[in-house]
């Protein structure tokens, strides 16, 4: 069973709101809502189990037939170092778990990757700065993982030490804690070698 956490729960990008008068959510993408259009993306390749987490205010806005609108508890706000602190939030242990952002545009290749990896776990990321944003730290945008990796996430007592520096360090490196982790990798190590093993598991062109 795959089972589809769709986060949109996330405060509004007030900058974003300005200038098109809309949320990320709701730019349009290919004459849809971009949220919409990832939900059509995934119901069209036969998966049934998506939920897509936001205020229940949105529901009409956000979710579209086919899918399950959840009230966003404060741990899928739009701080993802709380989502994995609330780690049993995300446990499946009947199959395979993908967690992919409201906000985030997945073309159609991509979206086949993150579905049909045969991986334990697969990442889909950003590993250098963006040259659209011109955001300085990488950034991951979907979680791929099987049933046994959703056991260690959720056995991994350390997270609910580690994950508090992520607000000293920025909310979007709480990602990057758990992927050091489930690599080994030293504490502060945020840069992925795309030479090493472990980069099998990352798509890196995002």
């Given at each position: 069973?795959?089972?589809?956490?769709?986060?949109?729960?996330?405060?509004?990008?007030?900058?974003?709101?300005?200038?098109?008068?809309?949320?990320?959510?709701?730019?349009?993408?290919?004459?849809?809502?971009?949220?919409?259009?990832?939900?059509?993306?995934?119901?069209?390749?036969?998966i049934?189990?998506?939920?897509?987490?936001?205020?229940?205010?949105?529901?009409?806005?956000?979710?579209?037939?086919?899918?399950?609108?959840?009230?966003s508890?404060?741990?899928m706000?739009?701080?993802?170092?709380?989502?994995?602190?609330?780690?049993?939030?995300?446990?499946?242990?009947?199959?395979?778990?993908?967690?992919?952002?409201?906000?985030?545009?997945?073309s159609?290749?991509?979206?086949?990757?993150?579905?049909?990896?045969?991986?334990?776990?697969?990442?889909?990321?950003?590993?250098?700065?963006?040259?659209?944003?011109?955001?300085?730290?990488?950034?991951?945008?979907?979680?791929?993982?099987?049933?046994?990796?959703?056991k260690?996430?959720?056995?991994?007592?350390?997270?609910?030490?580690?994950?508090?520096?992520?607000?000293?360090?920025?909310?979007?490196?709480?990602?990057y804690?758990?992927?050091?982790?489930?690599?080994?990798l030293?504490?502060?190590?945020?840069?992925?070698?795309?030479?090493?093993?472990?980069?099998?598991?990352?798509?890196?062109?995002?």
């Open positions: 069973m795959i089972r589809v956490m769709i986060l949109a729960g996330g405060r509004a990008d007030r900058n974003w709101i300005d200038k098109y008068n809309t949320t990320r959510h709701l730019l349009n993408v290919f004459d849809e809502p971009l949220i919409h259009h990832t939900q059509t993306q995934l119901l069209k390749r036969g049934t189990n998506i939920e897509v987490y936001c205020d229940e205010k949105l529901f009409d806005r956000y979710v579209i037939d086919g899918c399950t609108a959840i009230n508890p404060e741990v706000d739009s701080h993802e170092c709380l989502m994995w602190y609330y780690r049993e939030y995300i446990a499946n242990f009947e199959g395979k778990t993908i967690l992919l952002y409201g906000d985030c545009y997945y159609d290749g991509i979206m086949d990757k993150i579905i049909n990896s045969d991986e334990e776990w697969y990442i889909f990321a950003r590993s250098n700065p963006s040259i659209i944003t011109g955001k300085q730290y990488p950034e991951m945008y979907a979680w791929s993982f099987n049933q046994h990796i959703a260690v996430i959720v056995n991994l007592s350390i997270i609910a030490k580690e994950l508090p520096k992520a607000f000293e360090w920025g909310e979007e490196q709480a990602d804690i758990l992927y050091r982790m489930l690599c080994g030293p504490e502060k190590e945020f840069v992925i070698d795309t030479k090493s093993e472990v980069a099998k598991n990352c798509d890196l062109n995002g």
